[in-house]
């Protein structure tokens, strides 16, 4: 089985939604690893990358070289483990996808861009796994982040709807968990929030650097510009136009979730 950890990141009218995705026995190794560092000196309770960015809560009171080791010792340990795993990742700036989609639109369709960048993880996830010709099915855990319990069970929904396709894809209900408890999701933190930082300054990754090193294991080319928006979004609303006026909310989210199944082509063009 694979498991895929996600977290989210937004500021600066960007949304990121990141993580990285292996077998169970790397996740093992990957997680005694991380626990290790975090517990060598200055032992820290867990990590996140926005906190090391401010000196915040666990890492309030360490040393700018003290942080800087850790996140060096993280980085390393993703990168030791790239090639046992690939990365998966969705960012969108906040203010084209509004364009394209008005609040009328957006709201119904997407709870907003977060829940946006959820499900398309989940299909790209879906695609590389299939391009690497895995046939393990995969477990999805998301940080619990911003989603609510409606947003969170319309997500469920949302698999189960593009599941009758894909029979031999998800491995049980997509879990929620909390970025403290569960080590994997940190890794997932660390990529996700830079992604954000380099999306919101516009800046490629330059070699050698932290965020290059974190998508050694490859990522598929998630970022979401207005041009990609508008090749996603207008067929989308022909295609509920043609499916006839949906009555209800799950009427459309029904045949969103059908667009999804009949139109990877389309997701296709900007992942890869």
Not at 151 to 164: L, N, S, T
Not at 187 to 213: C, K, N, Y
Not at 248 to 267: G, N, V, W
Request: net charge neutral.
């Amino acid at each position: 089985m694979l498991i895929a950890h996600f977290d989210e990141s937004y500021g600066e009218g960007i949304y990121a939604v990141a993580g990285y995705v292996a077998p169970v026995k790397i996740w093992n190794e990957f997680t005694r690893e991380w626990q290790d560092t975090l517990t060598s000196h200055p032992k820290i309770a867990y990590f996140h990358m926005a906190d090391a960015a401010g000196r915040h809560n666990p890492l309030q009171g360490l040393s700018r070289g003290q942080i800087d080791s850790k996140i060096e010792a993280f980085v390393q340990i993703v990168e030791r483990y790239a090639s046992g795993m690939f990365g998966i990742l969705c960012v969108v700036e906040e203010a084209p996808l509004r364009a394209v989609l008005p609040p009328r639109l957006l709201g119904p369709l997407y709870s907003d861009p977060y829940d946006f960048c959820l499900k398309r993880c989940i299909q790209s996830t879906r695609q590389s796994r299939n391009e690497r010709r895995l046939n393990d099915k995969v477990r999805f855990i998301f940080d619990k982040g911003p989603l609510s319990e409606a947003e969170r069970a319309d997500v469920h929904r949302y698999v189960k709807e593009i599941e009758a396709d894909n029979p031999a894809f998800f491995a049980g209900e997509i879990l929620f968990e909390n970025d403290t408890d569960v080590i994997p999701l940190q890794a997932s933190d660390m990529v996700t929030w830079h992604l954000r930082f380099h999306a919101a300054r516009r800046i490629e990754p330059q070699p050698g650097s932290i965020l290059a090193r974190l998508m050694k294991p490859g990522f598929n080319h998630g970022w979401w510009s207005e041009k990609a928006i508008r090749e996603y979004f207008v067929p989308l609303l022909q295609f509920i136009v043609k499916s006839g006026k949906p009555k209800t909310l799950e009427d459309l989210r029904r045949i969103r979730a059908e667009f999804d199944r009949l139109q990877h082509q389309i997701i296709d063009r900007h992942d890869h």
